[in-house]
Protein backbone atom coordinates (compact mmCIF):
# COMPACT_ATOMS: atom_id res chain seq x y z
CA UNK A 1 0.00 0.00 0.00
CA UNK A 2 1.03 3.51 -0.50
CA UNK A 3 1.63 6.41 2.43
CA UNK A 4 2.33 9.51 2.42
CA UNK A 5 4.31 11.93 5.05
CA UNK A 6 4.13 15.14 5.40
CA UNK A 7 7.06 16.36 8.48
CA UNK A 8 5.49 19.76 10.04
CA UNK A 9 2.01 20.46 10.43
CA UNK A 10 2.50 23.79 10.60
CA UNK A 11 5.92 25.77 9.33
CA UNK A 12 6.91 29.36 9.60
CA UNK A 13 8.98 31.52 6.60
CA UNK A 14 9.43 35.21 6.84
CA UNK A 15 8.16 36.67 3.64
CA UNK A 16 11.16 36.51 1.12
CA UNK A 17 12.38 33.61 2.76
CA UNK A 18 13.46 29.81 1.69
CA UNK A 19 10.13 27.55 1.73
CA UNK A 20 10.63 23.98 2.01
CA UNK A 21 7.79 21.66 2.49
CA UNK A 22 8.79 17.78 3.41
CA UNK A 23 7.23 15.29 1.57
CA UNK A 24 8.47 11.24 2.05
CA UNK A 25 6.74 8.20 0.67
CA UNK A 26 6.20 4.65 0.72
CA UNK A 27 5.73 2.63 -3.05
CA UNK A 28 6.65 -0.34 -4.29
CA UNK A 29 6.48 0.32 -7.45
CA UNK A 30 7.63 4.26 -9.49
CA UNK A 31 5.24 6.66 -7.96
CA UNK A 32 3.23 9.58 -8.92
CA UNK A 33 3.58 12.34 -7.25
CA UNK A 34 1.70 15.62 -6.74
CA UNK A 35 1.70 18.67 -4.54
CA UNK A 36 -1.68 20.43 -4.17
CA UNK A 37 -2.63 23.97 -2.75
CA UNK A 38 -5.83 24.88 -0.76
CA UNK A 39 -6.08 28.62 -0.19
CA UNK A 40 -8.54 29.63 2.62
CA UNK A 41 -11.69 28.43 1.57
CA UNK A 42 -11.16 27.26 -1.69
CA UNK A 43 -10.76 24.00 -3.51
CA UNK A 44 -7.74 22.12 -4.00
CA UNK A 45 -5.63 22.96 -7.07
CA UNK A 46 -2.35 21.21 -8.55
CA UNK A 47 0.69 23.18 -7.96
CA UNK A 48 2.84 20.22 -9.49
CA UNK A 49 3.01 16.33 -10.40
CA UNK A 50 5.67 13.93 -11.37
CA UNK A 51 5.05 11.07 -14.07
CA UNK A 52 8.19 10.00 -15.41
CA UNK A 53 11.50 12.24 -16.95
CA UNK A 54 13.30 14.83 -15.19
CA UNK A 55 13.34 14.74 -11.53
CA UNK A 56 12.87 18.64 -11.15
CA UNK A 57 9.43 19.68 -11.51
CA UNK A 58 8.63 23.20 -11.65
CA UNK A 59 4.93 24.14 -10.79
CA UNK A 60 3.03 27.01 -10.59
CA UNK A 61 3.78 30.66 -8.61
CA UNK A 62 7.47 29.64 -8.70
CA UNK A 63 7.32 26.68 -6.73
CA UNK A 64 9.48 23.09 -7.80
CA UNK A 65 10.13 19.65 -6.01
CA UNK A 66 12.15 17.34 -6.66
CA UNK A 67 11.77 13.69 -7.08
CA UNK A 68 14.44 11.80 -5.16
CA UNK A 69 14.26 7.59 -5.41
CA UNK A 70 16.89 7.08 -3.17
CA UNK A 71 15.64 9.35 -0.26
CA UNK A 72 11.68 8.36 -1.26
CA UNK A 73 10.98 12.02 -0.88
CA UNK A 74 9.83 14.68 -3.19
CA UNK A 75 10.26 17.93 -1.06
CA UNK A 76 8.35 21.07 -2.26
CA UNK A 77 10.64 24.33 -2.31
CA UNK A 78 10.27 27.92 -3.43
CA UNK A 79 13.30 30.32 -3.36
CA UNK A 80 10.99 33.21 -1.70
CA UNK A 81 8.27 33.19 0.20
CA UNK A 82 5.54 35.85 -0.94
CA UNK A 83 2.51 36.64 1.71
CA UNK A 84 -0.10 35.17 -0.93
CA UNK A 85 1.84 31.66 -0.42
CA UNK A 86 0.28 31.05 3.14
CA UNK A 87 -2.40 28.27 2.46
CA UNK A 88 -2.42 24.51 3.13
CA UNK A 89 -0.04 22.26 0.86
CA UNK A 90 -1.18 18.62 0.20
CA UNK A 91 1.53 15.94 -1.23
CA UNK A 92 -0.25 12.95 -2.91
CA UNK A 93 0.97 9.67 -4.45
CA UNK A 94 -0.31 7.41 -6.68
CA UNK A 95 1.08 4.07 -8.51
CA UNK A 96 -1.48 3.11 -10.78
CA UNK A 97 -2.96 6.81 -11.74
CA UNK A 98 -6.26 5.62 -10.35
CA UNK A 99 -6.03 5.38 -6.46
CA UNK A 100 -4.42 8.88 -4.47
CA UNK A 101 -2.97 8.96 -1.13
CA UNK A 102 -2.57 12.32 0.33
CA UNK A 103 -0.80 13.29 3.15
CA UNK A 104 -2.38 15.14 6.31
CA UNK A 105 -1.07 18.36 4.75
CA UNK A 106 0.98 21.16 6.19
CA UNK A 107 -0.29 24.93 6.56
CA UNK A 108 2.15 27.15 5.68
CA UNK A 109 2.04 30.50 7.39
CA UNK A 110 4.15 33.51 5.78
CA UNK A 111 5.41 36.40 8.54
CA UNK A 112 5.65 39.91 6.99
CA UNK B 1 -19.18 26.65 -14.65
CA UNK B 2 -16.39 25.28 -15.71
CA UNK B 3 -15.20 23.64 -12.49
CA UNK B 4 -16.57 20.74 -10.55
CA UNK B 5 -19.55 21.31 -8.27
CA UNK B 6 -21.25 20.53 -5.14
CA UNK B 7 -24.12 20.60 -3.28
CA UNK B 8 -24.93 21.38 -0.55
CA UNK B 9 -21.99 23.23 0.68
CA UNK B 10 -22.96 22.92 4.27
CA UNK B 11 -25.47 20.29 5.82
CA UNK B 12 -26.16 19.71 9.33
CA UNK B 13 -28.15 16.41 10.06
CA UNK B 14 -29.10 14.60 12.79
CA UNK B 15 -27.43 11.55 14.05
CA UNK B 16 -29.07 8.69 12.58
CA UNK B 17 -30.25 10.67 9.50
CA UNK B 18 -29.58 9.79 5.88
CA UNK B 19 -27.82 12.03 3.79
CA UNK B 20 -27.28 12.87 0.34
CA UNK B 21 -23.97 14.91 -1.39
CA UNK B 22 -24.28 15.83 -5.09
CA UNK B 23 -21.33 16.16 -7.15
CA UNK B 24 -21.03 17.51 -10.85
CA UNK B 25 -18.11 16.88 -12.46
CA UNK B 26 -16.23 18.66 -15.22
CA UNK B 27 -17.80 18.02 -18.61
CA UNK B 28 -16.04 15.52 -20.76
CA UNK B 29 -14.39 14.18 -17.76
CA UNK B 30 -14.60 10.51 -17.37
CA UNK B 31 -12.98 9.69 -13.70
CA UNK B 32 -14.74 11.08 -10.71
CA UNK B 33 -13.41 10.57 -6.79
CA UNK B 34 -14.87 11.18 -3.96
CA UNK B 35 -12.63 11.84 -0.67
CA UNK B 36 -13.08 12.73 2.88
CA UNK B 37 -10.85 15.57 4.51
CA UNK B 38 -11.31 15.20 8.78
CA UNK B 39 -9.92 17.79 10.97
CA UNK B 40 -6.29 17.35 11.04
CA UNK B 41 -6.09 14.22 8.54
CA UNK B 42 -5.53 14.42 4.59
CA UNK B 43 -7.58 13.02 2.16
CA UNK B 44 -9.08 10.04 2.39
CA UNK B 45 -10.20 8.40 -0.61
CA UNK B 46 -13.36 6.81 -0.77
CA UNK B 47 -14.25 5.84 -3.96
CA UNK B 48 -13.18 6.27 -7.60
CA UNK B 49 -15.48 5.72 -10.89
CA UNK B 50 -13.69 5.79 -14.68
CA UNK B 51 -16.50 5.56 -17.77
CA UNK B 52 -18.24 2.57 -17.20
CA UNK B 53 -16.25 0.41 -15.23
CA UNK B 54 -17.32 -0.95 -12.22
CA UNK B 55 -16.22 1.39 -9.58
CA UNK B 56 -13.27 0.47 -6.97
CA UNK B 57 -15.08 1.26 -3.93
CA UNK B 58 -11.94 -0.33 -1.64
CA UNK B 59 -11.66 3.26 0.59
CA UNK B 60 -15.47 3.65 1.79
CA UNK B 61 -15.04 2.89 5.57
CA UNK B 62 -18.43 1.05 6.20
CA UNK B 63 -21.76 -0.43 4.29
CA UNK B 64 -23.67 2.75 5.79
CA UNK B 65 -21.15 4.46 2.64
CA UNK B 66 -22.68 4.30 -1.36
CA UNK B 67 -22.14 6.07 -4.22
CA UNK B 68 -23.14 6.19 -7.60
CA UNK B 69 -22.72 7.89 -11.03
CA UNK B 70 -25.89 8.15 -12.99
CA UNK B 71 -24.96 8.62 -16.95
CA UNK B 72 -21.31 8.64 -16.58
CA UNK B 73 -21.54 12.42 -15.11
CA UNK B 74 -23.47 13.35 -12.07
CA UNK B 75 -22.94 11.56 -8.66
CA UNK B 76 -24.04 10.83 -5.54
CA UNK B 77 -22.88 9.98 -1.82
CA UNK B 78 -25.33 8.51 0.48
CA UNK B 79 -24.65 8.26 3.71
CA UNK B 80 -27.09 6.46 5.90
CA UNK B 81 -27.72 6.21 9.27
CA UNK B 82 -25.09 9.10 9.77
CA UNK B 83 -22.93 8.62 13.06
CA UNK B 84 -20.95 11.94 14.69
CA UNK B 85 -17.48 10.52 13.53
CA UNK B 86 -19.01 11.29 9.97
CA UNK B 87 -18.47 14.76 10.40
CA UNK B 88 -15.95 16.33 7.82
CA UNK B 89 -15.37 17.85 4.59
CA UNK B 90 -16.19 15.82 1.90
CA UNK B 91 -14.49 16.28 -2.07
CA UNK B 92 -15.26 15.76 -5.29
CA UNK B 93 -12.64 15.73 -7.57
CA UNK B 94 -12.33 14.47 -11.35
CA UNK B 95 -9.94 14.02 -14.50
CA UNK B 96 -10.38 13.33 -17.86
CA UNK B 97 -9.39 9.53 -17.32
CA UNK B 98 -6.69 9.74 -20.51
CA UNK B 99 -4.47 6.79 -20.51
CA UNK B 100 -0.71 6.96 -20.51
CA UNK B 101 -0.40 8.14 -16.49
CA UNK B 102 -2.61 10.33 -13.82
CA UNK B 103 -4.36 13.02 -15.53
CA UNK B 104 -5.05 16.04 -13.37
CA UNK B 105 -7.69 16.04 -10.68
CA UNK B 106 -9.97 19.22 -10.21
CA UNK B 107 -11.29 19.36 -7.14
CA UNK B 108 -15.06 21.06 -6.17
CA UNK B 109 -14.78 23.13 -3.71
CA UNK B 110 -16.41 20.51 -0.91
CA UNK B 111 -19.72 19.76 1.02
CA UNK B 112 -18.88 20.05 4.89
CA UNK B 113 -21.21 17.84 6.83
CA UNK B 114 -22.32 17.74 10.55
CA UNK B 115 -23.79 15.23 12.45
CA UNK B 116 -25.11 16.47 15.30
Known amino acids: AQSVTQLGSHVSVSEGALVLLRCNYSSSVPPYLFWYVQYPNQGLQLLLK??????LVKGINGFEAEFKKSETSFHLTKPSAHMSDAAEYFC??????????FGTGTSLTVIP | GAGVSQSPSNKVTEKGKDVELRCDPI?????LYWYRQSLGQGLEFLIYFQGNSAPDKSGLPSDRFSAERTGGSVSTLTIQRTQQEDSAVYLCASSSGLAGGPSTQYFGPGTRLTVL
Open chain 1, 50 to 55: YTTGAT
Open chain 2, 27 to 31: SGHTA
Open chain 1, 92 to 101: AVSDTGNQFY
